[in-house]
């Protein structure tokens, strides 16, 4: 293949050490459509030097105080934070996302995961109770678990790995991390800093491939107890099955089809734009993106005039572009998939109000072939449809009426997800009634994506199990043991 020897080559990172792989697998820019990058396609050989040198690094590892990795962390932080343009580059080309986003969201929220767990680490307490009458003490301790086996998806690919990596070790645990084979570089990118963070080899492994090899191979592996996920529901349910055997510890973040609900006294300068950056924000490729926006009839044919009309506005442009405020979708495949979901939608009889197949797309001529699509908005929906049910993943977001706040909670609630959801409203009671008896993980209340990460994140029913943040992310990755004395 002609330019072969230009394209970037990554290679797995093993017990402090790059290594080469006999075998490799094409990434591709997802703004030309074109091969970039050749990525490892490790398997089970591979897993087994990683857990060979995590199982290793472990005791050392573990016997540091808080202190000492809490420092090891913020060093590793700074490290990221001095090469933050050079990795919102490559974040931006690698996933197809605006350079603006890289720069804004995903690698500063990559430092501030590290700056994070390095300092909850500090703030832990155990519990004591005395029982002075049987003349006993009782007091719990918790310890890590080992080996960590952390499987990162492609939408948010440092953000979402360092979310996971940054707790297993602060907690004292090493880790064999795998990110998606769409989405390697910028993981490649941290192995480069971990020496000089003065992160000891084998304490974060990286290796790099397909689920089916390298996934596999680490989830069903004994040695690792431990997995934490994020990615799709099937996926999650195989990482179930081949991790049944061995009783692991598993923390699943999934899907979403994620409700916005909009009441008739929301205010609509607010609510428009950030209900926009809500469906449509990073492609829709967020598990927290609106998908389903229900709107109280009285204002639907305002709202959807002036959403349409935002909608529009919102610049499709290349990654690199400072004024687009949406790429590329990941890969081909995918952006057939979502183009699927509109097709069904036409033949269901729903009207799609602007874009895909309504509105022309303007791209460069280099970039003609890549995997673009403009932010589409569909209604005259029934709620039973696919585009209503499933997750899309993409720049896709249904509009429907709703009359009774009964009724819209019982179709907010009428999906196997229950991730995340928002309601506009300037009524503070209905805002708790409707939050608490909306199945969600997380509400938001006239804002969208304000997080706190001392705060549990995960969600209900199908949306996954277990949580995450400062409280949640210590109890998964560690074990808690009572230890009682009697003096």
């Known amino acids: ?83 933050l343009e050079d990795l919102a580059q490559a974040e931006s080309r690698d996933q197809g996302k605006t350079i603006t986003l890289a720069r804004t969201m995903d690698i500063p929220r990559s430092v501030q995961n590290f700056r994070f767990f390095a300092s909850s680490i500090l703030h832990h307490t155990s519990e004591c109770t005395q029982m002075d009458h049987m003349g006993c003490l009782h007091y719990t301790v918790r310890t890590p678990v080992g080996v960590a086996g952390l499987i990162s998806p492609w939408n948010l690919p440092l953000y979402l790995l360092t979310w996971k990596v940054a707790p297993a070790i602060a907690a004292g645990n090493t880790v ?7 989405t390697s570089v910028t993981a490649w990118m941290m192995c480069k800093l971990l020496e000089t963070a003065g992160v000891p080899p084998g304490v974060v492994n990286i290796v790099f491939g397909t689920g089916p090899r390298v996934g596999e191979a680490l989830v069903s592996h004994p040695e690792v107890p431990l997995i934490s996920f994020t990615g799709s529901q099937p996926t999650a349910e195989r990482i179930t099955q081949l991790s049944a055997p061995h009783c692991k510890k598993l923390s699943l973040e999934l899907g979403g089809k994620n409700p916005a609900i909009i009441f008739e006294d929301a205010n609509l300068e607010e609510c428009i734009p950030t209900t926009v950056k809500s469906s449509f924000a990073n492609q829709g490729e967020i598990c927290l993106c609106t998908s389903r926006i229900f709107v109280q009839r009285s204002i639907y044919s305002e709202f959807l005039k002036k959403f349409v009309e935002a909608t529009r506005m919102w610049k499709v442009g290349i990654p690199s572009d400072p004024l687009a405020s949406m790429g590329a979708l990941i890969s081909k495949a995918h952006l057939e998939k979502v183009r699927s979901y509109i097709k069904k939608a036409r033949a269901e009889g729903a009207r799609i109000l602007c874009g895909e197949g309504v509105d022309t797309l303007n791209l460069p001529a280099r970039n003609q072939a890549g995997y673009f699509m403009l932010p589409t908005v569909i209604t005259d929906i029934k709620d039973e449809s696919c585009c209503m049910k499933e997750e899309i993943f993409g720049p896709v ?91």
Not at 176 to 182: D, M, V, Y
Request: glycine share 8%.
């Open 397 to 487: 977001t249904c509009v429907v009426p709703f009359d009774s706040e009964e009724e819209v909670i019982q179709r907010a609630n009428n999906v196997k997800y229950g991730l995340a959801a928002t309601v506009w409203s300037s009524n503070v009671g209905r805002v708790h009634r409707v939050a608490k008896k909306l199945q969600s993980g997380l509400v938001w209340t006239n804002c969208w994506l304000i997080r706190e990460l001392n705060l549990p994140f995960g969600g209900m029913k199908s949306s996954g199990i277990g949580r995450e943040g400062a409280k949640d992310s210590y109890e998964f990755f560690t074990e808690i043991k009572t230890i009682t004395i009697k003096h």
């Open 176 to 182: 064999i991390a795998k990110p998606s084979e769409l």
């Open 1 to 83: 293949m002609a330019g072969t020897k230009a394209l970037l080559t990554l290679e797995n990172f093993i017990n402090g050490k790059f290594v080469p792989c006999d075998s490799y697998i094409d990434s591709y820019d997802p703004s030309t459509g074109e091969v970039y990058c050749r990525v490892p396609n490790s398997g089970k050989e591979e897993i087994e030097a990683a857990v060979e040198a995590a199982r290793a690094a472990f005791p050392g590892w573990s016997a540091r105080s808080a202190q000492e990795r809490s420092q090891v962390l913020h060093r590793l932080a700074d490290l990221l934070e001095k090469s």
